[in-house]
């Protein structure tokens, strides 16, 4: 079937608790919901948005105190590879995996050979293989990509800025794209937006649907300085990527209540650490072998397939996510989403019941 060319998580059944989609356990702030009924109640679905979304640009801006004029508004963080590509052309990429795997059927659709490049394992985290991209730069003459996610998503794993501005000078002619969807939902994470002041060969993206929990209405925004790309990119985005509802919320949201918004966020923050915190202390006691991870979710290895670990927990309704189809993860691999308290205990007493049942 061709909708099975891709593997994502958020295809939970409806009687199954989702660990599978990493967004914001808390939900979607009140204010957020309260514009959005708003919206509704005021038919702005009637109306195309602004296709400049310049109001959008500057609510955006102005929450994270950026610059409006090197903002493209994307419908999803997503977008912005396929845009990317589109405009740039790049005779080679080099990619970080495993990650986000959309890359994959663009990359084999275009033709477009490409570089993959394995993070490292270290028992119970993996870290970057820095000098293998130091290596590889000495032969990299034309144009390129580099795409990473910071943190990584599946692994967790969070990229230090310093190792990233090194990237940027070794590889001056390529242009890095730093995936930065689950950052403001991780500690230990810095930003690499303050890099773009320095560097023209860097663009950063952002989703805004992680961060507050709308996956539905599909926002993100992608960031750099280099205003020869900016260009091409406006040329060749489709005028209304964002939905009017969409367009709409935000543009209000991120102005109207960018305080309260950015206390959302910092909780958020800190529920997710113990949460965490939580579900690695019980994977532990469970012997489930985890990776350390500083993101809203966890990837763990268990001892059995993980379909059949998933099969056996969507009996008990709980879904998680079947990490085996991430390039170099294993058949035993699956990523299980930060939830709330009450969640997070449900999944660890339903693996530990599959557990026994496997063991008995």
């Given at each position: ?24 356990p808390l939900?979607?702030p ?10 509704i109640?005021?038919?702005?679905y009637?109306s ?14 102005e929450?994270?105190?950026?610059n ?7 419908n ?38 490409y ?52 990237i ?51 926002i ?16 060749f ?18 102005h109207?209540?960018r ?12 529920v ?10 019980s ?6 072998h985890?990776?350390r ?33 991430f ?29 026994e049942?496997?063991?008995?």
């Amino acid at each position: 079937m061709l909708y099975q060319l891709r593997a994502h998580g958020g295809t939970a059944p409806s009687n199954c608790i989702d660990f599978s989609t990493p967004i914001n356990p808390l939900g979607v702030p009140e204010v957020i919901k309260q514009i959005i009924c708003e919206s509704i109640k005021d038919g702005v679905y009637s109306s195309y948005p602004d296709y400049s979304y310049k109001m959008l640009r500057e609510a955006v801006a102005e929450f994270y105190d950026i610059n409006h004029e090197f903002i493209v508004p994307l419908n999803g963080a997503a977008e912005a590879l396929y845009l990317i590509v589109g405009v740039e052309r790049p005779t080679a990429a080099m990619i970080f995996e495993p990650t986000f795997g959309d890359h994959r059927p663009l990359f084999h659709i275009l033709s477009m050979n490409y570089i993959s490049i394995q993070y490292t394992e270290l028992f119970d985290r993996y870290t970057l293989p820095f000098n293998i991209l130091s290596s590889l730069s000495k032969s990299i003459h034309s144009r390129c990509i580099v795409l990473f996610s910071n943190p990584n998503n599946p692994l967790g794993v969070c990229v230090p800025v310093e190792t990233i501005e090194k990237i940027l000078q070794m590889y001056r002619r390529c242009i890095i794209i730093v995936d930065e969807a689950f950052i403001e939902l991780s500690n230990n994470c810095e930003s690499t937006l303050r890099l773009t002041r320095d560097y023209e060969n860097i663009i950063v993206l952002r989703s805004l649907t992680k961060t507050f929990s709308v996956p539905g209405l599909r926002i993100g925004f992608l960031y750099t300085s280099n205003t020869n790309l900016l260009y091409k990119i406006e040329l060749f985005r489709q005028p209304w990527n964002l939905n009017s509802i969409t367009n709409y919320v935000f543009s209000r949201a991120l102005h109207e209540y960018r305080d309260d918004l950015r206390k959302f966020i910092e909780y958020s923050k800190h529920v997710i650490e113990c949460e965490r915190q939580f579900l690695e202390q019980s994977l532990h006691k469970l012997r489930i072998h985890f990776y350390r991870s500083s993101a809203p979710f966890i990837l763990v290895r268990f001892h059995t397939d993980v379909k059949y670990i998933g099969q056996s927990l969507r009996r008990l309704g709980v879904w998680i996510r079947d990490a085996s189809t991430f390039q170099s993860l294993t058949k035993y691999h699956g990523r299980i989403s930060v939830k709330l308290r009450k969640d997070n205990e449900r999944l660890i007493n339903v693996l530990k019941s599959v557990l026994e049942e496997e063991y008995t």
